[in-house]
C-alpha cells in the first residue's frame, strides 16, 4: 500500500511545482514536428538563451566531432553538425540546466546526470546501429529517468526513504517506488510528458523502458532499456549509488535487436567517445 500523501494523478497535477522547460526548449521541439524549420529564426532562438548556447558550442568544439575549425555561432554549429544534432545538444542542455536534481538524502545529483546523458548517448549509439532515427531516442534516454527528479522534489522525504529501501532490502530502485509510493519513476516520467504533449513514442519509451514486453510494438522502449542498462554497465555514473544497479535485462528484447558481438562492441566504444563529449555540459 503507498504511504505518500499523493496519488499519480495528484502528483502529475502539481506539475507546477517544477521549473519549466525553457522557451529554446520547447521550439526545438515544435520544430522536431513541422516539415519546415527557419534555420536562421531556430538559431537566433537559440543564441539567446547564452547558458544553453554555451553549453553547446562547448560540445559541438569538443573532439569527438572532430571539427577542422572551431564553431562559434549556432548557426554554424547547425551547418556544420547538422539540424539533428544541434536539437539533441540544445534539449541535453536545457534538461542539465533547468531541471531540478536534488535535494534528498542518499541522492547524488552528479551521478544522476552522467547516468541521464549516457543513456543518451546509448540511445543514440544504438540508433546508429539499428538504422532508427537518433534524435527521439536521444530524447527519449534523456528523460527516462525525470520522473524521479519529478518524485525527488515534489516528496523528498518519501524519495529518501526508497533509496534507503533499496539499499537496505537489495532491491531494484522501481520495486521500492512502488512499495512507498504505489507507483514508479516509469510512470510518473510518462505521465509528465504526456501532459507536457511530448511525441506518443517517446511517452511510451518512458512508460516501458523497464518492461520493454509492454511497450508499442517496434517502438523505442527496449532500446532505451538495453541503452540504460550500457549506461550502468560502462559505468558512465563513476560509482555505484543506491538506486544505480544494473537493472535486470529483457533478455528477449535484447535477443529481438539482432545486435551481433562485433556491432555491440562498436556500440560500446561509441557511447564511451560520445558521452566524453557530452559531459562537457555538466
Known sequence: MSSAPFTLDELVAHIHKLPAMPAVAMEVLASMAGADTDIDKLAHQIAQDQAIAARVLRVANSPFYGLQARVSSIHDAIVVLGLSSVRSLVLAAAVVTSLPAGCAAGFNQDRFWRHVLGTAVAAQALAQALGRRPESLFIAGLLHDIGRLALMVLDPDHFSRCLELAHSGDLPLTDAERRIFGFDHAQVGAALT?????????????????????????????????????????????????????????????????????????????????????????
Do not use: C
Open 194 to 282: 504526456a501532459r507536457w504533449n511530448f511525441p506518443a513514442d517517446i511517452v511510451d519509451a518512458l512508460a516501458w523502458h523497464h518492461d520493454p514486453q509492454r511497450g508499442a510494438p517496434g517502438g523505442m522502449a527496449g532500446i532505451i532499456h538495453y541503452a540504460d542498462a550500457i549506461s550502468q554497465a560502462l559505468d558512465l555514473d563513476e560509482g555505484k549509488d543506491e538506486w544505480s544497479q544494473v537493472p535486470r535485462l529483457d533478455q528477449e528484447t535484447v535477443t529481438g535487436l539482432g545486435l551481433s558481438w562485433e556491432v555491440l562492441l562498436a556500440v560500446l566504444e561509441d557511447t564511451r567517445n560520445r558521452f566524453e563529449s557530452y559531459r562537457l555540459m555538466l
